[in-house]
């Protein structure tokens, strides 16, 4: 890739082509959650631009002064070009710059390869949420300090 890849907070026009990204990643979210995660964390749901197309996302959220990262995908053609670490490090600056110390996550057990992006990301984990995913998996929980 040798354009520049765009990092913006997601606008309403962007949601279509979020949720394709997400159901080509995931079978888990309702779509009505992300048009709540902009309405309530517009800070820290962000998508990545490339050529004027949206080819990831971010939804960060922020509850009590501690930052969750609910959803992070790009789509499979854009897959291993860094775009998935660049949402992840602008979402925890974003999260720094508002004072939250704590970032958590939840990652599929079987999700070797997520569980390792996060691991290189700074993500520790401290536990297992037993049955987390609606076929009955279990979430390692990871959890990140931000200094």
């Known amino acids: 890739m ?3 890849i765009i990092i913006r907070k997601f606008k309403p026009r ?8 997400e159901y080509q990643a995931f079978n888990e979210h309702r779509p009505d959650l992300y048009m709540q995660f ?3 964390n517009a800070d820290t749901f962000l998508v990545a631009e490339w ?3 949206i080819v990831g996302f971010i939804a960060g959220i922020e509850l009590n002064g501690i930052g969750k990262v609910f ?3 790009v ?3 854009y897959q291993k070009k860094n775009i998935g670490s660049i949402l992840l490090n602008a979402t ?8 939250i110390n704590e970032v958590y996550l939840e990652v599929r057990e079987s999700n070797y390869s997520a569980y390792g992006f996060y691991k290189k990301h700074g993500f520790v984990s401290i536990g297992v949420q037993p049955g987390y995913y609606s076929d009955g998996e279990n979430a390692v929980v990871m959890k990140k300090i931000l200094y």
């Open 2 to 4: 040798t354009d520049v």
């Open 14 to 21: 962007d949601f279509q082509k979020v949720l394709d990204i």
């Open 38 to 40: 902009y309405e309530l």
């Open 51 to 53: 050529q004027g197309e």
């Open 71 to 73: 959803s992070i995908a």
């Open 75 to 77: 789509h499979r053609n």
């Open 92 to 99: 925890m600056c974003t999260f720094k710059s508002k004072k």
